[in-house]
């Protein structure tokens, strides 16, 4: 990941983590945050753990804690990436099937979330398969 980017970009830059503080991030958007699409899933995953997605650019994200503080759970086809924190379990980034060249950042673990004004759009993941088409 090129990290001197994020580190020239300062406007519409946003940091968050897990809950415990283990897991820290920040990432940058081109436009403010509140001119993107939060998407909401109902597949299995996303359903259980109220997970809001924010799709990023992998150039644009950071991880500043230790890799090593985080786990990793696949299911279905292998594919996803989900990493949690080892400590309080919360998933707060992961790399989605959907967008190999992307990380999708769980809005909830955002610092600040209930201050930020956004759209969310549902999408079927139940049937991935036949909607994944309108989110890439």
Not at 64 to 79: A, C, G
Not at 90 to 106: A, D, L, M, T, V
């Amino acid at each position: 990941m090129k990290t001197s980017m994020i580190s020239n970009m300062k406007e519409n830059t946003y940091q968050g983590g897990c809950h415990c503080g283990a897991i820290r991030f920040r990432f940058y958007l081109n436009d403010a945050i509140e001119n993107e699409t939060i998407s909401s899933c109902n597949c299995s995953m996303c359903e259980k753990t109220g997970y809001l997605h924010l799709i990023v650019a992998k150039q644009h994200f950071k991880l500043t804690s230790d890799w090593q503080e985080l786990s990793n759970y696949q299911f279905n086809k292998k594919i996803a990436q989900h990493y949690f924190c080892k400590s309080c379990g919360i998933k707060s980034f992961y790399q989605p099937r959907s967008h190999p060249e992307c990380w999708s950042i769980n809005v909830r673990c955002l610092d600040g979330f209930s201050d930020i004004n956004f759209r969310i759009k549902n999408f079927d993941g139940k049937n991935w398969e036949q909607n994944i088409h309108s989110i890439r």
